[in-house]
């Protein structure tokens, strides 16, 4: 909802390290842009508010959602609670009390992505998620600048930090998976279970938010193929080191293609080179080709800006994200060979052995390759 005057007053859900800084923004800058908006609740948990009242003196802290909800001086709920169910159901009321909708959520975007959209259109309700993917780079904004007027092919890229700061390590140190994934959880970039990143389903929930932006469309999320990395080994670095080649974890899509996968990039490629926990996109589309965005996926501050950026988009009726979509399928019918590392016999399919244990498969259908070896525990397989 557009208000016909300036003030716009919001409440933060969640003051971690996303909300705390979505708060410093508002509060710290200063232009016209950010001026007219106002932290008027924050919300957290009971036995956090006491410590945060005794830093911050100048907003409400509550634990008293419907507070929040039914005060009808708050224009739009941030949300940076994390998490699905409970941040759903915050949703939920957000629509019903008619309150515009940000949320650098997502998990909740990916797996609700629908029922969402439905509700925000069907209630004429703004849904912004920005900070969903690639923290403060403005990925959708850029997206958003090129489909106006240019017709979009697909992106590639690296989506997840935790992923490319192994798989670096790993290339540049010679240091096995297990060393890396410790440096990782060392610097703080991956957590104890590291499986939601390293496993590709961050990245996947990633690309299913960006497919379905560049096209305006819903896919079924389950339809995005996803490998992950945890079983590689240095042997598969050298490999591809041994053919001009670097493996990153990549998220791909055109119009009826999405997975995510290992991919062996050739080392002379801005992919490649690309280290660290920092993510690029590269964006293909007619008449620019390829328009390629780099830079730090994570961060309080950087995800915070992108939250903000939102907010402000919303005071100024500026329409990033639209609610409309068309439901559409994704097929995955993609041909090419595929690098493969496991224990398991492998029929039907044309295959050059490497040794005991590795192989090439020919020019195969990726939906095949999927169905074949989405079960295999023993499995490193990268795509070529």
Partial sequence: MIKEYAEYKIAILGFGTVGKSVYEIIKNESNEYIDNIDVLY???????????????????FTSDINEIMEDEDVDIIVECLGGVDYSFKVFNLAVKCNKDFVTSNKALLALKYEDMKNMARDNFINLYYEATVM??????????????????????????????????????????????????????????????????????????????????????????INFGI????????????????????????????????????????????????????????DNLEKTTIIGQGAGGLPTAHSVVSDIVDITCGNMIFSNEFEKAEIKNDVESDYYVRTKKKIEGFDIEKINEDTYIIKNSELKKVYEYFKDTDDLFIAKM
């Fill in 135 to 224: 923290g403060g780079v403005p990925i959708f904004r850029n997206i958003n600048n090129i489909k106006k007027v240019d017709t979009l092919i697909g992106f590639i890229g690296i989506v997840n930090g935790t992923t490319n700061f192994i798989l670096s390590k790993m290339e540049k140190e010679d240091i096995d998976y297990s060393k890396a994934l410790k440096m990782a959880e060392e610097k703080g970039y991956a957590e104890k279970d590291a499986s939601f990143d390293v496993d590709g389903i961050d990245a996947k929930y990633k690309t299913f938010i960006i497919l379905n932006y560049m096209y305006d469309r819903c896919y079924a999320l389950d339809d995005i």
């Fill in 42 to 60: 924050v919300y957290d948990r009971e036995d956090k508010l006491e410590s945060f009242r005794k830093t911050y003196n100048d907003v409400e």
């Fill in 230 to 285: 945890s079983n590689i080994t240095i042997d598969d670095i050298n490999y591809a080191r041994n053919n001009n080649k670097v493996i990153k974890l990549i998220a791909a899509c055109n119009i009826e293609t999405g997975f995510v996968m290992p991919m062996f990039i050739n080392d002379d490629d801005i992919m490649a080179n690309t280290s660290g926990n920092t993510n690029i996109l590269e964006i293909h589309s």
